[in-house]
């Protein structure tokens, strides 16, 4: 059937129909504990394309269900079906009326790109999850999405207006509320419109009191389907009924939702107290003062942030003294207002004579950057240093938030009595709703088992409270199974009843919430899956291969690397930070951070013992997984800016050398793979090089010859390298402490001048500059082409040789980020347990670190850079592994007004950028901002960009020159020197 199924999909469909094993395995996750193998991937270009293959699909009497950002947390996007992504192409805001404070939008609009095109009319959309940067509007609605805003705006059923929606039968048509005569009309114009329209209002006319009575009166009640919604009283509204159905019963194509003010100003109060549940009891005291959001976060949440630099040490001292934490945040026209909003609780608080500790913030950048840590919750909690992983599975339940002090200290009862203790809780306490990841053993029959009996004494306790399962997330088929505990089984039959009016057949999103199996029966959920079914990590034991990395963080396990991804989606991101670049380009989940892992666990399951139904089986050989890893850039951006810190280049690396093991190569894994050695052999005649590789005709043989793109320019050989000046100036010169100043290759025989400045600035600092004697290298190009015996043989070679000077405590000053990047993190990963290769890496500094922490004096006032500006671009790397504070910070002390720019990878990333087949991702990462920010630059701006890869991306596409930090340090601190470099124009020109 699937081969029928994809020719009429594929001959039918304006879009993208995938049934390979690649496709089918990304989409076998969400992030959730489940998986699910789809039958097939639809990316449909428009909305009526989509209307198509939902029409397909019933020809062919298979599943459908939609998909967002797929961060659904409890298995709601993951099912045996035809899944349609819709945020590729359908993701239009359609319209907007700033009047009437409403806006028309395609379901794969993901909310921080919706908003930035609302915020010209001061407008967004109310609900605002901690997945805003990628979670889409069509999801948040099968969701019934909140996140911290919900305690002003309200969950996103209060703000859709209308809806759009497809049933799985072909009916299309528009619902929103039905006024009396509205419902006549539908009804005198007959058709299956009128039967669905008809039987809703029958189902809730006969259960009026059921309904009315059965349902939590809290406001954050997620749980279940919204017959409530249809009650005469709140207008028979048909659009609300339908959101948080999950794909469950209709595919939603449009919407039309409220928008509300972007708040003009923002302040933040922190209130702290002797643990969670008293922060928890004090809610309804807060909440009288009507904030925008009211949040709770625990100790063990803080803890966390700290050991695992969620946020810097800076940010956590903001907190006042406590165990458990509200993060109060106020909104007002103008600051002033919030400020009184704020000033108007502590007054109130302060009347209590034990009253809690108090932090006040009104600046937006550390408001910001302490409102991370709530957000990074999930992230945080994941993988706890020393702990055991940690899962969803009941992370989202809320109870009403005057009784929410008494729950969180039952619940903490309960986690202790299942050895669940550790957990950390916070959330949306506003609102009642509590996050938790939760120690879960899911990975063997007995931990399943012991998981099951946890949340089935979890919904009890929640439904003791009159709260709901889920306060967020819904249902899916983590809490599908139980929701007779919360509603009773009456109301769960009422829920197979509404199913059923949709969906007879059970062919949407099948198996999760509800079923119309259970409009026959009066006990239990027959149709739903049970919460310990499709668990992922169940049975997913394969053996574990030989690798050339260790995984610390994975307890040297690749397999568990390789299964750390949790599904966030932020790789998905179409803005700020570095992850990822070849997502925002392409838009593919499989060429984001999260479609690679998944691919990798599927690799990983289709080894010996790696669990049934793999979809992946041809191992390292794997033709899908390569063409995923192919355009992943090598950036480390995921390092950094992954909530759980997956590190895709290191896989990537790991992967390639399994693959081309006994194999030839790409072309380019010869020539940019080994360019330090045919750069030494080029220093013996570098014109002649230079001349031969740029002769017009000869260059495009060389290129070819290289594997390296035709459109690319390839870099100059300088006239003399580094190391060659500096043993013909003498060696080291100055007195004072040593320091080595690592002779990278790409420095060394590509741009020397900015080594020259680097030891101007080092000497004039009063050091001793040292250079290693023989010629050395990091391995970085090895690595990065997974060539990864030869790299580990390179980075020996050199450990041995700086070894006298490492064990002397001697510093090493890496200029360029890639190289130091690998001697900090790369190499104790590869050549693990070495001493000398940890007192490498501790020792390894940046320019801007070590000036800061050894010399100081040399970078104080007066500030000679005074009037200067810069724009400065982060080496990926330098992002990934130590940050860009220190340059930060030294260039404020020389005086030069610096803008960071946060416009992601320049594209370039090593030898990515010219490899032949990587062109267009390259220069398309390029353009997203990193070049027009360049452009865009006022004159006279200077361009700091001290990674090689950024230069040379830089001068590519734009008429800027940019510098090293040791450049532009060289010019404002140290005299002229004749004969040792060309002397600085008059005034900066570097942007023109």
């Not at 060696?731 to 060394?748: E, H, I, K, M, Q």
């Not at 592994?881 to 030069?896: C, H, K, N, P, S």
Request: net charge negative; glycine share 10%.
């Amino acid at each position: 059937m699937s081969q029928t199924l994809l020719r009429d999909l594929a001959a039918r469909v304006d879009g993208e129909v995938r049934f390979d094993a690649g496709s089918r395995a990304d989409y076998a996750h969400d992030a959730s504990n489940y998986r699910q193998v789809p039958i097939g991937v639809v990316v449909p270009r428009n909305v009526d394309a989509a209307a198509e293959a939902v029409a397909v699909c019933r020809e062919h009497g298979v599943p459908v269900f939609s998909r967002g950002g797929g961060t659904s947390l409890a298995g709601q996007c993951c099912n045996t079906g035809v899944v349609i992504d819709w945020s590729k192409y359908c993701r239009r805001l359609v319209s907007a009326d700033p009047e009437r404070r409403r806006a028309l939008v395609e379901p794969g609009a993901c909310l921080d790109d919706l908003n930035a095109e609302l915020s010209k009319f001061k407008l967004m959309v109310g609900p605002k999850p901690s997945t805003h940067d990628t979670c889409t509007i069509g999801g948040m609605i099968g969701n019934n999405s909140c996140g911290a805003s919900a305690q002003a705006y309200g969950k996103m059923a209060d703000s859709v207006i209308r809806m759009e929606v497809l049933t799985y039968d072909g009916t299309r048509m528009w619902v929103g509320p039905t006024s009396k005569e509205e419902y006549d009309r539908i009804l005198a114009e007959g058709g299956r419109r009128a039967e669905i329209y008809r039987a809703a209002y029958d189902l809730v006319q006969e259960n009026l009191a059921l309904i009315r009575t059965r349902y939590p009166d809290i406001p954050r009640r997620v749980s279940g389907y919204n017959l409530d919604a249809l009650l005469p009283e709140k207008g028979f509204n048909f659009a609300r009924a339908l959101v948080g159905s999950e794909s469950t019963l209709v595919t939603v194509l449009q919407a039309e939702i409220s928008l509300v003010p972007v708040p003009a100003y923002q302040s933040l109060v922190v209130l702290g107290y002797d643990d969670i549940a008293a922060a928890g009891d004090a809610v309804p005291t807060v909440a009288r003062h009507e904030p925008l959001a009211l949040e709770g976060i625990d100790d063990t949440l803080i803890d966390l942030a700290r050991v695992e630099h969620v946020a810097k040490q800076g940010v956590l001292s903001e907190l006042p003294e406590g165990s458990g934490w509200l993060m109060v945040r106020f909104g007002g026209d103008t600051q002033e207002e919030a400020d009184e909003r704020a000033d108007r609780l502590l007054s109130d608080i302060h009347r209590s004579e034990h009253g809690p500790g108090v932090s006040f913030l009104d600046d937006p950048g550390e408001e910001e950057r302490l409102w991370k840590v709530r957000e990074a919750g999930l992230g945080a909690t994941a993988y706890p240093p020393g702990g055991p992983d940690t899962h969803e599975g009941w992370e989202d339940a809320a109870v009403p938030p005057d009784r929410l002090g008494d729950y969180l200290r039952d619940f903490r009862g309960l986690l202790e009595e299942f050895d669940y203790g550790s957990a950390s809780l916070y959330g949306h306490f506003g609102q009642g709703c509590v996050h938790t990841r939760i120690a879960f053993d899911l990975d063997d029959p007995g931990g399943a088992e012991k998981y099951r009996r946890f949340v089935e004494r979890a919904a009890r306790l929640v439904a003791s409270y009159g709260g709901s399962l889920s306060g967020e997330h819904g249902d899916g088929q983590s809490r599908g199974e139980l929701l007779p505990i919360m509603f009773g089984d009456e109301v769960v039959q009422l829920f197979g009843r509404y199913k059923k009016i949709f969906d007879p057949d059970d062919r949407m999103n099948p198996g999760k919430v509800a079923s119309p199996r259970e409009a026959e029966t009066a006990v239990g959920t027959p149709g739903v899956f049970r919460l310990d079914e499709n668990l992922d990590h169940l049975g997913y034991h394969p053996a574990e291969p030989r690798t050339y990395f260790h995984y610390p963080e994975d307890h040297g396990r690749f397999t568990h690397a390789a299964a750390r991804c949790v599904g966030i989606g932020k790789c998905r991101s179409s803005s700020g930070g570095v992850m990822c670049p070849s997502y925002r380009v392409t838009r593919e989940e499989k060429h984001a951070t999260r479609g690679r892992a998944r691919l990798l666990m599927e690799m990983m399951r289709g080894m010996p013992g790696g669990g049934e139904d793999a979809v992946i089986t041809d191992g390292w050989r794997s033709k899908d997984v390569h063409e995923a890893l192919d355009l992943c850039l090598a950036c480390k951006g995921c390092r950094g800016d992954c909530p759980v810190n997956v590190d895709m280049a290191t896989y990537k690396a790991e992967f390639l050398a399994h693959h081309y093991r006994w194999r030839p190569r790409p072309l380019s894994h010869y020539s940019m793979g080994w360019l330090p050695l045919w750069a030494r052999l080029a220093a013996a005649a570098p014109g002649a090089v230079n001349a031969l590789t740029h002769a017009p005709g000869l260059d495009r043989v060389v290129k070819r010859a290289g594997g390296v793109d035709q459109r690319r320019d390839l870099p100059r050989f300088a006239s003399e390298r580094l190391t060659d000046w500096f043993k013909r100036r003498g060696g080291p010169r100055a007195d004072g402490p040593s320091v080595v100043l690592w002779p990278d290759s790409f420095t060394n025989n590509f741009h020397p001048a900015i080594g020259r400045a680097a030891v101007r600035v080092l000497e004039t600092a009063g050091f001793r500059v040292e250079m290693p004697p023989v010629p050395l290298c990091c391995g970085l190009t090895w690595i990065s082409t997974g060539q990864l015996a030869t790299a580990g043989r390179v980075l020996r070679r050199t450990v041995d040789a700086l070894a006298p000077r490492l064990r002397a405590g001697v510093p090493v000053i890496a200029l360029e980020p890639s190289c130091g990047a690998v001697f900090r993190s790369d190499a104790p990963e590869l050549l693990a347990g070495d001493p000398d290769v940890e007192r490498l890496s501790k020792q390894t500094h940046s320019l801007a670190e070590f000036l800061l922490d050894r010399a100081p004096q040399a970078i104080t006032a007066p500030p000679p850079g005074t009037g200067r500006t810069a724009i400065a671009q982060t080496h990926c790397h330098q992002h990934a592994i130590w940050g860009f504070e220190a340059d930060t910070e030294v260039l404020r002390r020389v005086g030069v007004q610096a803008e960071v720019l946060d416009e992601g990878c320049c594209g370039l990333a090593g030898n990515f950028g010219f490899e032949r087949g990587h062109y267009e991702v390259s220069v398309g990462a390029a353009e997203l901002g990193l070049w027009p920010a360049v452009r865009d630059a006022d004159p006279g701006t200077t361009v700091l960009a001290d990674g090689f890869s950024c230069r040379t991306q830089i001068e590519a596409g734009t008429r800027a020159k940019p510098k090293h930090l040791a450049e532009l340090l060289a010019e404002l601190l140290c005299p002229e020197e004749a004969g040792e470099r060309t002397p600085a124009a008059k005034a900066p020109t570097e942007v023109s």
